[in-house]
C-alpha cells in the first residue's frame, strides 16, 4: 500500500470508530492471565519521548483513560497465537519468522497523526511496503508449514498503530476535538533492521513481556 493508501485506510478506520461512539470500555480483567505472542517494533527512545508528551497532556484533561507507560509503546507487526497452546510451536515459529525475513534489510517507519479507534492510538506508516511484505510472508508460511498460528490478523496488513491509551470508562466524544489538534503531528521515522517476537498481555506490560526471539531483517 501507498502511504496515500495508508492514510485513506486510517481515517476510514478511525472514522467508523467515531461513528460507533462511545468506544469499548477497556477491563483487564476479561483479560486476566491471558497471553500472547506477538510479532512487534518498539520504538526509538525520542519517538517515545514525543509519544509520552502528548500522552501526559492527554492525561491532565482526561485522567480517566489507561495511559501506557513508555516502555510498552510498540507497533504490532502482526499477531502470532495465545498461550499456551502457541508455545509447542516454539522452533518452528522462529524459524519460519526467519524464512519470511530474508532479504527485507530494514523496515522505515513513520510515526505521525493521533487517532481514536477503540483505544488512543498513533498512526505508525510503512514507509516501502516492507512490513506488509512481511505480514503476508508470514502469513502464507505459516499455512504451508501447517502452523497454527493467527490467519485471521485484522487490519494488519495495511495499518498499523501504537497505543497509548485504553478507555477504561465511557469518555465523553468531547475527547475527539482535543485529538484533533494533534492531527498532523509528526512523531518522527525510525529505520529498523531487526524485530521482536513477543509473549505478553493485553496491554504489554512490563512484568508479563518476555522477548522469545529477535528476528533480523536480512
Not at 485506510?9 to 477497556?26: D, H, I, L, N, S
Not at 504490532?76 to 524459524?95: A, C, K, L, M, W
Not at 485529538?179 to 509473549?199: A, M, P
Request: proline residues 5%.
Amino acid at each position: 500500500m501507498t502511504i496515500a493508501e495508508q492514510e485513506k485506510a486510517g481515517k476510514a478506520f478511525w472514522k467508523q470508530a467515531a461513528e460507533q461512539w462511545p468506544p469499548p470500555v477497556f477491563r483487564s480483567e476479561d483479560y486476566q492471565g491471558k497471553l500472547w505472542w506477538t510479532l512487534v517494533i518498539r520504538p526509538d527512545e525520542i519517538i517515545s519521548d514525543t509519544m509520552l508528551t502528548v500522552s501526559s497532556a492527554l492525561r491532565n484533561r482526561w485522567p480517566g483513560l489507561l495511559y501506557y507507560p513508555a516502555e510498552s509503546y510498540h507497533v504490532t507487526v502482526t499477531n502470532i497465537g495465545q498461550v499456551p497452546e502457541i508455545r509447542h510451536y516454539r522452533e518452528d515459529i522462529i524459524s519460519s519468522l526467519k524464512k519470511a525475513s530474508q532479504k527485507l534489510g530494514k523496515i522505515d517507519l513513520h510515526y505521525a497523526t493521533v487517532n481514536i479507534g477503540s483505544s488512543l492510538v498513533v498512526q505508525v506508516f510503512d514507509q516501502t511496503g516492507s512490513m506488509r511484505s512481511l505480514v503476508k510472508k508470514c502469513l502464507e508460511n505459516f499455512q504451508k508449514e501447517k502452523i497454527p498460528a493467527a490467519q485471521d490478523v485484522g487490519p494488519h496488513v495495511g495499518l498499523w498503530w501504537t497505543v497509548l491509551a485504553r478507555f477504561t470508562e465511557e469518555t465523553p466524544r468531547e475527547i475527539v476535538r482535543d485529538i484533533e489538534r494533534y492531527e498532523k503531528l509528526d512523531f518522527g521515522r525510525q529505520s529498523v533492521t531487526s524485530i521482536e517476537l513477543v509473549e505478553t498481555d493485553k496491554i504489554f506490560s512490563d512484568q508479563n513481556t518476555e522477548t522469545i526471539a529477535t528476528i533480523p531483517l536480512g
